[in-house]
């Protein structure tokens, strides 16, 4: 393909992930009031008060907004990745293509289980964070834009993370990493991902970044011990 027909293919397939992003997103809008609702749930109960406010005119219509395309993307995803594949894939060659192709749909699924796994943990890090109030004097009522946007980075976080093992096994299966060297880096791995965890979770909780640390490198021994017992050893084969 020329660099015009390149250009055009791309512009093609991102027509087609925009028109399923606004297509998840309309879903999202009409759903935008329950999902708000259960994300408050974590927050402690002030009775009738409401647990969090808005703080400019616009807020409320922002939230939807977000909440639409934070829903529009993940119900896309699917399509998304295909979308990508597509592009890419007419590149590669025959043995990347069958050691990346298995690895397109459980993608999806490894991401969604990261929100599963930030939707447990947050109850626990918002309940530390909320903690710390002088009764009577000063209470956490946090506004309706950071509490909304703390809970959205930390879904998109955690389901990133869960990428971690199929970014490692495609390496593995493209002949960059082998077992041997996987294994001999565990403490670097451990180390980076603590740093990891610290810098990147919102919030200052210490709940977030023990859990996400911790899940990096569950994810890695899992990625080590699947690889061993699948045999594979990557560039050491060679």
């Not at 990346?100 to 991401?111: D, G, H, K």
Request: glycine share 8%; charged share 15%; net charge neutral.
């Amino acid at each position: 393909m020329s660099l015009v027909d390149h250009l055009a293919e791309l512009r093609r397939r991102l027509a087609i992930c925009i028109a399923a992003i606004l297509i998840g997103g309309i879903v999202g809008f009409w759903l935008a009031p329950q999902i708000i609702t259960i994300l408050a749930d974590p927050l402690p109960d002030r009775g009738e008060a409401t647990k969090v406010q808005f703080l400019t005119v616009s807020g409320g219509f922002f939230l939807f907004m977000k909440i639409s395309i934070v829903v529009g993307i993940l119900l896309s995803l699917p399509i998304l990745l295909y979308q990508l594949w597509a592009f890419v894939s007419p590149g590669l060659t025959d043995k990347e293509r069958r050691a990346a192709l298995p690895w397109i749909p459980a993608a999806v699924v490894f991401f969604l289980l990261g929100t599963i796994v930030a939707y447990v943990t947050m109850p626990y890090a918002i309940a530390f964070l909320t903690s710390w109030n002088v009764e009577g004097i000063a209470e956490t009522v946090p506004s309706a834009e950071a509490y909304y946007g703390f809970v959205t980075m930390i879904f998109l976080l955690f389901g990133a993370v869960m990428e971690f093992p199929i970014v490692l096994v495609l390496l593995n299966r493209l002949g960059i990493l082998s077992v041997e060297k996987l294994r001999s880096s565990r403490r670097l791995v451990l180390m980076g991902s603590v740093v990891f965890a610290v810098v990147a979770t919102p919030g200052g909780d210490p709940i977030s970044p023990l859990v996400m640390a911790g899940t990096m490198y569950l994810l890695y021994e899992f990625t080590i011990w699947m690889l061993q017992r699948s045999g594979a050893r990557g560039p050491a084969d060679a």
